[in-house]
């Protein structure tokens, strides 16, 4: 069975570092491709230019907007070491610019003994009790279509005028054809949420972000990823997006932070 | 008066988007050159070639070690665009490559009404009050001829072999040569405390950094900055390092994240 993610992250070698790939449609928020989404296919690019399978961590500056259209993956890997290797990236549409990002890339992760956590995965009713995600006034997001997103109950006030007052978002997540989720898919998930600040004030519609930190932090075994993303700080119209995930065993598998957008009032 | 950071930080043009600087000595922990001074450096050289004041959201990637040497900042921008411009920059020394990063930089920041924080700067005694940075046993860095830090009493203990168990650093920071502290400066700043881990269970030695975020949130007010940095996740030899910073008049004015490598045993 060939999975819809792996069809919708294919990246091609065209030569000089060059990769061609197909951004899908199907995996858009109202008709824009999921941040996500670029983040997984440009991740694709960079680990194929790198050879290393992995992306450990990876820095994505969103620059334009794109959906149901080729691009065209400009990499250079910039060092390879021997834990590491590090590639940057350019995704253009076209002309026009899309992304500009830096992967650092490897073949395993590191290892060690020491553990510390302030945190665990919240406090969630299982994926099978869990509501699927909520539809709002602006219609239910095509990405939707590919993965399954369950929010917690508390969580889903924004969707029916009624946010919670906390600039949080928990849930649950997997793909709809059941492919497991990996690194790759870990990218995607990390931005396939609502947003946290619409259980602040609502949802006030599409928040461009301006740069996404993505750290894989461990494999993920099989079954659903569990989620929980928060704002802590907004002001001047700008606000930060923290993401924790972790795996059906409880494992901290991927963070991520983004830097976004208030929109124009 | 010309300020020791404005020396440390110059870049020349030297034409096709490169930028010709000196990693000055003494801005280095125990002889490699901070990743605040580095991240400072190759922003000014981003904001010159975007032609923008402001590094808003910089992702800097770092791939080796470097001190007290010429550097090459090869720069080229990606879009510049009305809000924001966004540039690449590679840095090397000789032939061996010290940082990948991208810039987006702006001449002002954003604006907005709505305002939320789940949490403001922390209690401190005031920057008078507080106590300099403790020497450790591995000797005080470098750094600290040019950078005043002072930390909250509870957060010393490291220094003594008496880590407080808390993954946590909370402090203040000035210039030693009355430098006003600019979106710049915080761009140092965000990486001049000792790693919070070193209150978890020692001070182990060098942590290089893997990848640093560098949000820019406000213009600072006059004075020193109030400064908080946590980890919270730390498993199989990697942590994450979340730092906050406030200005005088308790203003949000720098997020930072960073992944590190827990030193080898």
Chains 1, 2 share one sequence.
Not at 12 to 39: C, K, P, Q, S, T
Not at 164 to 177: E, I, P, Y
Not at 180 to 196: K, N, Q, S
Request: glycine letters at 10%; aromatic letters at 8%.
């Amino acid at each position: 069975m060939v999975f819809e993610f792996d069809k919708a992250t294919q990246v091609r070698a065209i030569g000089d570092g060059a990769f061609a790939a197909r951004v899908h449609d199907g995996w858009d928020i109202a008709g824009n491709a999921n941040g996500g989404y670029l983040l997984a296919i440009v991740s694709a690019a960079m680990c194929a230019a790198t050879g290393r399978s992995l992306p450990v961590a990876v820095s994505c500056h969103y620059l334009g907007p794109v959906n149901d259209a080729d691009v065209v993956i400009e990499t250079s890997v910039v060092k390879s070491g021997k834990i590491f290797a590090t590639a940057h990236a350019t995704v253009r549409a076209g002309d026009r610019v899309i992304i500009d990002a830096i992967g650092t890339c490897g073949e395993v992760l590191p290892s060690g003994e020491q553990r510390h956590a302030t945190r665990g995965a919240p406090q969630m009713p299982s994926f099978a009790e869990s509501a699927p995600r909520p539809s709002t006034s602006a219609g239910m997001p095509g990405l939707m279509r590919n993965v399954d997103v369950r929010l917690h109950p508390h969580d889903t006030g924004f969707a029916r005028g009624e946010p919670s007052g906390d600039a949080l978002v928990r849930g649950w997540c997997a793909f709809r054809d059941g492919r497991p989720i990996d690194a790759l898919g870990l990218a995607l998930m990390c931005d396939a949420f609502p947003p946290a600040i619409f259980n602040l004030s609502g949802a006030p519609g599409w928040v461009p972000t301006v740069q996404l930190s993505f750290y894989l932090r461990a494999i993920p075994a099989a079954g659903p990823v569990c989620a929980e993303f928060a704002t802590n700080q907004l002001h001047d119209g700008m606000f930060e997006e923290d993401g924790l995930l972790w795996d059906s065993r409880g494992v901290l598998v991927a963070q991520s932070r983004q830097l976004a957008l208030m929109p124009r009032q």
